[in-house]
């Protein structure tokens, strides 16, 4: 069987959970609220119904994913973590502590001998015990688990941001944050009573950074009280203003789902979504605007049509924009068109001789970024990137609080993102077709190492995925606090 599916031509195995309903913070208009479901998430939607018949329960999501994924013929033994369900950090911090860890578990369990007792009840289990649980398995995941998982990525809203809130995501073993802004305009924002303003996201995406995280912001575009230029403006703002700069962004454009709020002000023709043609031409503006460095992750939420009361009704709108853009001779330079295996080149290309070395350099309030890549010479393919963060600590009156918690990661330079492509290989086994595991990676952290050291940082620190701290390690790299840290 072929395993060159799209789920895993990145390299790696995704698994998404589902937390259980709860109330969000938020009051969004175009929310879709069903009470059977966490806030955002419809029953219909295919992760979501999956998680609905497995009542939400994280072991057996897990479980269930892999068992699936292993079937049809996929590694899984490098895992992507995705924790979905609305904002994270408005769960209980006991409820968020026992997901993890249950999910972990669950991973662990697979192949482990003598088997951690699953925890149904963890009221009257005390936090700090359930901590103690969880590092217990993620150093199994770590040291000896067949299943590792390699990155947790956490949704929530930027006011859940805080010192406190990123040190409790960092020890449930977070790598990337998932934080809706919807619209950098707070004359949007407070139309649709999202909650929170532009300044607190900047806030929060200032802190994630300082910290090594890497954040996937989401956008809408067709929100009340925007035009489809206005929308290609303020997605130009996103990579033009220094506060911003996402490494990722999610493209939903609004639709009116019959839960939301949202219906009543299109029934009462207070909200009309822009025409078909105009979101159309937007979304290839906006597509032709993204940097390289960032990943255009989704475009169109997976809602099934008949849910959508208005709105875009085109299921892949993705392939027909490239349709679309590639007889216009227009490209989108993100990340992920240009994934080896996304793009058409792939065949020609897993030589790897063929790739150069790339230093992309940018600016960010906080510090540089660096974003370096091993690309073909036209830099249509990229084959492997890291990227680099070098803070500054001018205006680090916000970071105090962090540092105290985290000590371990004041002054470091960080490596936020590590990934080279290529068809997934198990960890441990030599495939010469593919391009991963062929030191690409070493190559990228010894280049990072140099960045760092010539601007003067002593340490460096990566926000590494609790089963990727093994490879580090051979890299000379120790376990310090949540962090992975090399003096250099
Ligand atoms: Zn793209």
Redesign the pocket.
């Known amino acids: 069987m072929r395993k060159a599916n799209i789920r895993t031509l990145s390299g790696v195995a995704i698994v998404t959970s589902l937390t259980k309903p709860h109330p969000c913070p938020g009051n969004c208009i175009y929310c879709p609220d069903e009470i059977k479901m966490p806030k955002s998430y419809l029953a219909t939607e295919p992760a979501a119904a999956r998680a609905l018949a497995l009542k939400f329960d994280p072991y057996r999501q897990m479980q269930k994913r892999i068992e699936m994924l292993a079937r049809s013929g996929h590694p899984t033994d490098k895992i992507e973590y995705i924790v979905k369900g609305g904002t994270w950090n408005a769960y209980p911090l006991k409820y968020q502590y026992w997901f993890v860890l249950e999910s972990f578990k669950a991973c662990n369990n697979l192949s482990r001998k003598k088997k951690t007792s699953t925890t149904q009840q963890y009221n009257n289990i005390t936090i700090e015990k359930l901590k103690k649980q969880l590092k217990i398995e993620q150093n199994y995941n770590d040291k000896h688990a067949k299943h590792k998982i390699i990155g947790l990525t956490l949704e929530t809203r930027p006011d859940a941001i805080t010192a406190k809130t990123i040190y409790d995501m960092r020890i449930q073993g977070c790598t990337r944050i998932e934080l809706g802004l919807q619209a950098p305009d707070d004359k949007i924002l407070k139309l649709i009573r999202r909650g929170h303003t532009v300044e607190q996201f900047k806030k929060a995406i200032l802190l994630l950074r300082q910290t090594g995280f890497k954040v996937d912001l989401h956008f809408m575009p067709d929100l009340p009280g925007t035009t489809a230029n206005h929308d290609v403006e303020m997605y130009k703002l996103l990579f033009s203003d220094p506060g911003f700069k996402p490494d990722m962004v999610k493209i939903y454009p609004c639709t009116v789902i019959k839960t939301a709020k949202l219906y009543n002000w299109y029934k009462s023709g207070k909200y009309k979504p822009y025409s078909d043609k105009k979101l159309f031409e937007a979304l290839i503006e906006i ?1 032709t605007n ?1 940097p390289r460095y960032c ?2 992750s989704r ?1 169109i939420r997976d809602i099934p049509t008949t849910d959508i009361k208005a709105g875009n009704l085109v299921t892949n709108l993705r392939e027909e924009l490239k349709k679309e853009m590639d007889k216009r001779g227009l490209k ?7 994934e080896v295996g996304h793009s058409t080149t792939t065949l020609q290309h897993n030589n790897t001789s063929a790739t150069h070395l790339f230093v992309d350099e940018y600016e960010t309030v906080g510090g540089d970024e660096y974003f370096i890549s091993f690309e073909d010479k036209k830099r249509q393919t990229v084959f492997g990137f890291l990227r680099l963060r070098l803070p500054n600590f001018d205006n680090s009156a916000d970071l105090d609080n962090l540092y105290k918690l985290m000590p371990e990661i004041k002054d470091c330079a960080f490596i936020r993102e590590l990934h080279v492509y290529g068809q997934l290989v198990g960890i441990g086994k030599q495939d010469n077709k593919a391009t991963q595991h062929k030191g690409m990676g070493k190559k990228l952290v010894s280049r990072a190492e140099k960045i760092a050291k010539k601007a003067g940082f002593t340490k460096i620190a990566v926000i590494s995925g609790v089963g990727v701290r093994n490879y580090y390690r051979k890299l000379g790299y120790k376990k310090q606090g949540t962090y992975m840290v090399k003096k250099i």
Do not use: D, E
Request: glycine content about 0%; aromatic content about 0%.
């Open positions: 597509k993204t990943r255009i475009l989108c330079r993100c990340l992920r068109c240009r």
